[in-house]
């Protein structure tokens, strides 16, 4: 038996961590996460100088920021060579950003699948699959967390956006549910190398704006949720960093939902 504490198990100090789309909504509160908990944080944002803001407020040091922009696949290669170059290894990576459009199910054209596939699927593998690689160099273990959503496992309810300003994408839906089940796909491969790869899946999380603007959406959706109120960032932080790190070293595979039980009924 393993005499290893459960603090102990949680440090990521010596690690190196991507964390893709890091200064939005949730994945600023993830990044802190890692940060916290001793990686060494690489923020990745298209807007330089947010990834910049954000690097220096984590906690710790080493932290660097490199503009990179997931849509824009064949710019991966030299991504991580800039990483590597930066600080010296990857073992975790965080396929987080999202660049999607956000039509109508009545209106949604081939161009909002292609575009939603290309960052949210083909663009997670890709990177994910160069990471491995790196991975699979060096010998070591490593962790891979795709973020996915409660919506790439079940439906909305319409009934929650009739006659509001907002809606529940089909394209967002689908390329959720595709990142979900990838996840299995390379996590099955990639275990020999003692590679694992989960997935995350938010639940409602909106952003403060949303909750401002639309009361009455929300209340809503809170009537979904058993916990009976919405999500804060700060509620995936101990998802994220279980996932991350050896106190989730018999975890892969999986897709763990955060969602206040929206998908429990």
């Known amino acids: 038996m393993s005499n290893r504490s459960v603090l102990d198990l949680f440090d990521l100090s010596g ?71 930066k ?12 660049g999607g459009t956000a039509p109508d199910i009545d209106e949604a054209t081939a161009e909002d699948f292609n575009q939603a596939y290309h960052v949210g699927v083909t663009s997670y593998f890709l990177l994910a699959r160069d990471v491995a690689k790196h991975l699979q160099q ?26 509001l300003p907002i809606n529940s994408p089909p394209n967002y839906h689908a390329l959720k549910g595709g990142v979900v089940h990838l996840t299995r796909h390379l996590a099955a491969y990639w275990a020999q190398d003692n590679i694992r790869v989960n997935a995350i899946s938010p639940g409602p999380f909106p952003k403060p704006t949303v909750s401002q603007q639309l009361p009455g959406f929300i209340a809503k959706l809170e009537e979904k949720v ?40």
């Open 226 to 265: 058993p916990l009976g109120r919405m999500g804060r960032p700060e509620e995936l932080k101990g998802a994220v960093v279980l996932l991350a790190s050896e106190a989730g070293s018999y975890i892969t595979g999986q897709n763990l939902i955060v969602d206040g039980g929206w998908t429990a009924w």
């Open 87 to 98: 600080v010296g290894q990857i073992d975790i990576l965080i396929n987080n950003a999202y």
């Open 15 to 85: 690690k190196v961590a991507i964390i893709t789309g890091a200064c939005g909504w949730l994945g600023s509160a993830m990044s802190h996460a890692l940060a916290e908990v001793g990686a060494t944080v690489v923020v990745t944002s298209r807007e330089r100088h947010k990834a910049t803001e954000l690097a220096k407020c984590l906690p710790g040091d080493g932290h660097c920021a490199i503009e990179f922009s997931q849509g824009e696949s064949e710019s991966i290669p030299d991504f991580l060579e800039a990483v590597i170059k």
């Open 138 to 163: 060096r010998q070591m273990a490593g962790s891979i967390i795709n973020i996915a959503s409660m919506y790439g496992v079940v439906a909305s309810y319409p009934s929650a956006y009739e006659n």
